[in-house]
């Protein structure tokens, strides 16, 4: 496996991925797959990174005082059983089933990312009125839709599991749609995904299936990608990363399949 391309490509996930507030873990995931990692070892070599990417990412917004602490506390309730599971049945899945499994949640994910929704989603059961009061000064008002967003927080941290991924590709549409405003969504869900990756992660190490030598030499430059990616954000527009992400994906995912 060339190191050096390794490293490149590390530094434009860890950027990417706070941006979008991600995790980085749905590009690294394939990304290593495609240059020869063994999958399981691919998936634990990931989920460290996105631990990485995650919390510098999320320490920065916190700094920035853009992260729903309520809100990210209590989709973590349900994201972190979820990521735990899914870490559990990636385990025991064959690595070429989960190959197969990954290329078609990539697609499915480029799908989202491309669909550009506009609706906003409302319920009047388990909606909570939120305001964020960034350290700029800028106040964000919306209302939390838990109806919806828990489920897709339980989905989400499964995902993560399953596939070595963070989550944030499912979360961050999601806290759009329910009307969150797209700063506050990028930085909740870092943390979230955080959270998620550090569940996921643990379960790996316990059943050894992580080997450190892989993540050693990608790990700074994932962080100093993340950092550089949550320091930028606010004058990068996420519209236009989120389409190049999609395309991405939609290769990622091909070459997955057709392997």
Same mark, same amino acid.
């Given at each position: 496996m060339e190191i050096a391309l390794l490293i490149l490509i590390s530094l434009a996930i860890g950027f990417f991925a706070a941006i979008l507030g991600i995790g980085g873990g749905v590009i690294l995931t394939p990304a290593l797959i495609l240059l020869g990692m063994e999958t399981h070892i691919a998936i634990s070599v990931s989920l460290g990174g996105v631990v990485l990417t995650s919390l510098v990412s999320s320490l920065?917004?916190?700094?920035q005082r853009l992260v729903d602490l309520k809100l990210a506390l209590i989709m973590i309730a349900v994201s972190a059983p979820g $990521?735990? $599971? /899914? $870490?559990?049945?990636?385990?025991? #899945?064959? /690595? #070429? &089933?989960?190959? *197969?499994?990954?290329?078609?949640?990539?697609?499915?994910?480029? /799908?989202?990312?491309?669909?550009?929704?506009?609706? *906003? !989603? &409302?319920?009047r059961v388990l909606s909570i009125e939120r305001q964020v009061k960034a350290k700029d000064g800028t106040k964000f008002s919306y209302h939390a839709h838990l109806l919806f967003l828990l489920p897709v927080g339980m989905a989400a941290g499964f995902a993560a599991g399953l596939f070595g991924i963070g989550g944030g590709v499912m979360i961050v549409p999601s806290l759009?749609?329910? /009307?969150?405003?797209?700063? !506050? $969504? &990028?930085? #909740?869900?870092s943390l979230m995904v955080n959270a998620s990756a550090d569940a996921s992660f643990l379960t790996y190490l316990a059943k050894g299936e992580f080997d450190l030598s892989y993540l050693l030499p990608i790990a700074p430059a994932l962080m100093i990608g993340a950092y550089a990616g949550a320091r930028l954000s606010r004058k990068v527009k996420p519209a236009h990363t989120k389409a190049l992400l999609a395309c991405l994906l939609v290769i990622l995912a091909a070459m997955l399949l057709l392997r």
């Open positions: 920065e917004y916190l700094r $990521a735990l $599971a /899914g $870490a559990y049945l990636s385990i025991e #899945t064959p /690595g #070429t &089933v989960l190959e *197969k499994m990954m290329g078609l949640f990539l697609l499915a994910m480029a /799908g989202l990312m491309l669909a550009n929704m506009e609706m *906003k !989603v &409302v319920d759009l749609l329910s /009307g969150i405003p797209a700063q !506050v $969504a &990028v930085a #909740t869900s």
